[in-house]
């Protein structure tokens, strides 16, 4: 036995020196540069490109089997343009190992590498001649059904030892003639440690990418150190340094980092905390923020939780004031049921917000969300509030003369959402409101606000509000405003002193239109108001009618012009008026305000949409001894004067008909001489009666 195995193994070392004698005969004498012309050829003969081989081809068969190549270059397919290039590469692995299935690799040096992928309109590419083929076949299955002799040895795992591998200076472009669109990654370098199962690696990459739909050009660096087990299929990322500068989505100046480390296996990933943060500026604007969280993701139930969500941003504009804005909250998303909610707690400027929102569905998205708002002030953000001592710029009227800009609805064409929004107190358009409440539900073009309910101005409303994203922009209102004090409302909703009193004010309209004019343009529906204890802002109709009789002497009749006066006005003790809405104007024609002086009655118009009013209104003064603003009116009593008041809501006028004044007062006039003769003519009868009857 120990003979046959020493003859044994004298045998296997007399192969081994011939093997080695032939390697280091064919390393002697072979010398592959003397094929070049075959290669170009059978390239030539079966792709019809070029292959040049400008520098020497080297090889080694020991200790170290490897290949080192220059200057090389392929054509596209049928033409000398070229397609790739390198312009030196280097690969060498370790022979013996090979023997135990132990895969050493000296070196992977690849420098110069660059190719040119083109899509054609037609649908084809510059590389379908090299990819069509054998390649392309599936297959053939083994007809005994057993392991073929290669499957049982790829059931053996190869260890992989790897020196490093650098690559520098490669560069990829991408056009697609169709689209016009293109794409390229330049500077791409990169640079490992020894790569060892289970033992950990560094990694360098580095690269730039320019594209120009949409218009990108960043650089991009990623430093990592990374370990594989590839028997338990557990990796681990420490050291993740991942930076991306330059300009993208618009985005100048972007800086965007991303830092923490990663660890998991086939079933689930995880990290302790990830950090990202990003500094990007757009038309003057800057945006900062960074966004911390440990993560966890589920391979196999493709969940993500995202726990202990962070993030901070800060906005800055130089025509507005900075904004700071702080989440917490926790994200869980769900993929195979297209579901993903989000809890949290944020303090935007001056607002704090809580709540919950989601997606339930992706493709469509469809939202959700339930929020909760302590205070919202939209004006601060929309530049509708402005300090009362700021003068007008001077570019204020070229701003004013500039045409109004269109709504834009398209968003709502495809919006999917249902939620509500609670409010404590909230400021829109000037207008305040407190305890805001509204469910939302938008699809197929349109929004519903519905119920809406808030308390507003010593009183409440509820109604609903519809958006329509048609190829016109519709809008319908439905409002019951109840105990309103109908002062404060109009000064904040149009900074106009009209009317005061409290009461009831109901709305329901609808228009459509392309801006918010020709929407005001386009009004249709109905209005009503009553209120209790108020005023008519702007003339005092008793006073005015007693100068009017003092003055009657030095008047030829006509007309008196008076112009609104903010300091003046009417009270009343009820209020009470319809409105038919059409096209943009309201129709009033059931007036009627009562005071202890007067009555008003009248019909008229108010033009939404200009601002104005025509109104024809009727005021008679009652039997009072003693009327608004103290003064005898008794000789004035059951006069009516029609009063036109007309002109822009900022500078409305009153106009006194003084010839119905005196029709009015010489009517009087002749009803009292009327009943004064009348009276002595009874006087006269009944003293005749006496008379004759003796009594």
């Known amino acids: 036995m120990k003979k046959l195995l020493k003859y044994l193994l004298l045998t296997l070392g007399g192969i081994l020196v011939v093997l080695l004698a032939l390697a280091a005969y064919l390393a002697a004498t072979f010398n592959p540069n003397d094929y070049k012309p075959q290669a170009v050829q059978l390239v030539k003969d079966k792709f019809d490109r070029t ?4 520098g020497d081809i080297k090889l080694s068969f020991y200790p170290a089997l490897g290949a080192e190549l220059g200057g090389i270059s392929l054509s596209e397919h ?8 390198v312009d030196s590469a280097r690969v060498s692995l370790q022979l013996m190992p090979l023997l135990s299935r132990e895969l050493v690799v000296s070196q ?12 054609n309109k037609n649908g084809s590419s510059n590389i379908d001649d090299l990819t069509a083929g054998e390649a392309s076949k599936p297959a053939k299955p083994d007809q005994t059904g057993k392991p073929s002799e290669a499957e049982q040895q790829g059931q053996k795992p190869i260890a992989f030892n790897i ?3 650098l690559i520098e200076d490669a560069s990829l472009s991408y056009a697609d003639e169709g689209s016009g669109a293109k794409y390229a990654v330049n500077k791409l370098s990169l640079k490992t440690g020894k790569i060892v199962a289970g033992s950990p690696s560094d990694i360098e990459l580095g690269f730039s990418v320019g594209a120009s739909q949409p218009k990108v050009n960043v650089d991009i660096q990623l430093k990592m150190r990374l370990s594989f087990a590839p028997d338990t299929k557990r990796f681990k990322l420490e050291g993740l340094d991942f930076g991306v500068k330059g300009e993208a989505a618009g985005l100048n100046l972007l800086a965007l980092s991303l830092k923490g480390s990663v660890e998991g296996d086939a079933t689930m990933v995880k990290s302790d905390e990830l950090a990202l943060e990003f500094n990007a500026q757009q038309d003057g604007k800057t945006i900062k923020g960074k966004l911390t969280t440990p993560v966890a993701v589920a391979l196999e139930t493709k969940i993500i939780d995202l726990k202990k969500l962070l993030v901070s941003l800060s906005l800055s504009d130089p025509k507005s004031a900075p904004l700071a804005i702080n989440v917490n909250g926790s994200v869980h998303a769900d993929i195979p049921k297209q579901r993903v909610t989000v809890d949290f707690s944020t303090k935007f400027d001056e607002s704090t917000i809580t709540g919950r929102a989601g997606v339930t569905h992706f493709s469509p998205p469809a939202y959700i969300f339930d929020l909760n708002i302590d205070k919202l002030d939209v004006d601060r953000y929309t530049g509708e509030k402005k300090s009362e001592s700021a003068k007008p710029a001077s570019g204020a009227k070229a701003a004013a003369d500039q045409p109004e800009q269109p709504l834009d609805f398209s968003a709502l064409k495809t919006l999917q959402a249902n939620g509500s929004i609670k409010i404590g107190a909230l400021t829109v358009a000037k207008l305040k409101a407190q305890n805001v409440h509204l469910d939302v539900k938008a699809g197929n073009g349109r929004v519903d606000m519905d119920p809406l ?15 329509v994203a048609t190829a016109v922009p519709q809008i319908a209102v439905k409002q019951q405003l109840t105990a309103i004090s109908i ?4 000064k904040d909703a149009i900074d106009k002193d009209l009317l005061e009193g409290r009461g009831d004010v109901s709305l329901d309209v609808s228009g459509q239109g392309a801006t918010v004019t020709e929407i005001k343009k386009a009004l249709d529906g109905s209005a009503a108001l009553s209120l209790t204890n108020g005023a008519l802002k702007g003339i005092n109709l008793g006073e005015t009618l007693r100068n009017a009789k003092a003055k009657i002497g030095s008047l030829a009749g006509g007309e008196s012009t008076k112009a609104s006066n903010a300091a003046e006005k009417t009270d009343f003790t009820e209020l009470k008026a319809s409105f038919a809405i059409k096209n943009g104007v ?24 200009t601002s104005s009013m025509d109104y024809l209104a009727k005021a008679t003064l009652v039997a009072s001894a003693e009327g608004q603003g103290g003064k005898s009116a008794a000789d004035l009593s059951g006069i009516t004067v029609p009063v036109r008041i007309a002109g822009p809501f900022a500078a409305l006028s009153y106009k006194l008909d003084f010839n ?36």
Do not use: C, M, W
């Open 163 to 165: 020196d490093h591998v």
């Open 586 to 609: 309201a129709h009033n024609s059931d007036l009627s305000l009562k005071s202890p002086l007067l009555r008003l009655g009248g019909e008229g118009d108010i033009n939404i949409g």
């Open 660 to 695: 119905a004044l005196l029709s009015g007062l010489a009517q009087q006039k002749l009803d009292a001489k009327k009943d004064e003769l009348k009276a002595k003519a009874e006087d006269k009868l009944k003293g005749r009666l006496k008379g004759l009857f003796g009594r």
């Open 108 to 119: 992977v040096e690849v420098r110069g590498l660059r190719a040119n992928l083109v899509k």
């Open 453 to 467: 309910t808030a308390s507003l101005y010593q009183g409440s409303v509820r109604g609903s509000l519809a958006l």
């Open 51 to 54: 292959l040049a081989i400008n």
């Open 78 to 85: 049928g033409s000398a343009k070229e397609f790739a290039a």
């Open 487 to 490: 002062g404060p409302l109009l």
